[in-house]
């Protein structure tokens, strides 16, 4: 069956360290894959999107890679700061389909 | 550029009514799509609207209907509703069609309590 998969609801990480979240998928063939912040009770906002094709996407203190061997995305967050708390849901785009979005990963950046 | 737009923020309702929320998309923008959100199931695809076209339907009962107007502002209803339509309902604009996998803007959701 398809499923696409967090590796935790929840994630508590110290101010300044790196924060890492995967997504993992099966059974799909997604042309790319998407991730998105949402803070509570607001839609989410788009970050970064990276194509099957590509390794590693960069954008300021985010990076996201992406390898469809695997079937798994990491995004990470660099020196992070209690600001980046938020629930952060990654997507797959299938080709000539909707978006598909993971359950989340609620991360808290401590002080 | 204002962003999507949803009313109403919140609606309180009860078993067997029916409702409609409304979204209005950004500007210039054709594509509206409508997901489903609670903590149980996540986010959950309902429908696309493009240029006044359902083009793409998620897996939810025939209760659950929309449709677009002229100006790409679209509208969802539910009918006859059940305590488990209790979500927050999230409307989402793009500039073409989600079937070319466009980057989507939300609004800011209609929380909707069923009691």
């Known amino acids: 069956s398809q499923k696409i998969e967090q590796n935790s609801e929840a994630l508590n990480i110290q101010e300044g360290k790196t924060a890492t979240l995967t997504c993992n998928y099966t059974?799909?063939?997604?042309?790319?894959l998407q991730w998105y912040r949402q803070d509570p009770g607001r839609g989410p906002v788009f970050l970064l999107l990276?194509?099957?094709?590509?390794k590693e996407k960069r954008k300021e203190r985010l990076k996201v890679t992406f390898d469809t061997t695997l079937k798994q995305s990491l995004f990470h967050i660099t020196a992070s700061q209690p600001a980046d708390s938020a629930t952060y849901l990654c997507?797959?785009?299938?080709?000539?389909?909707?978006?598909?979005f993971g359950p989340g990963t609620r991360l808290s950046v401590l002080p | 550029k204002a962003g999507v737009t949803q009313t109403p923020r919140y609606l309180i309702k009860t078993r067997g009514q029916q409702v409609t929320l409304s979204c209005s998309p950004i500007?210039?923008?054709?594509?509206v799509s409508w997901y489903q959100q609670t903590p149980g199931q996540g986010l959950q695809f309902l429908f696309e609207y493009f240029s006044e076209t359902q083009r793409n339907k998620g897996n939810f009962p025939g209760r659950f209907s929309g449709r677009q107007f002229s100006n790409s502002r679209s509208e969802m209803n539910v009918s006859t509703l059940e305590l488990g339509d209790s979500a927050l309902y999230l409307c989402a604009s793009s500039v073409d069609s989600v079937l070319t996998n466009e980057k989507l803007f939300f609004g800011s959701g209609t929380q909707l309590s069923v009691l």
């Open positions: 997507a797959l785009a299938l080709y000539g389909q909707n978006f598909v």
């Open positions: 500007s210039g923008h054709r594509s």
């Open positions: 990276i194509r099957e094709n590509e």
């Open positions: 059974n799909y063939s997604p042309a790319y």
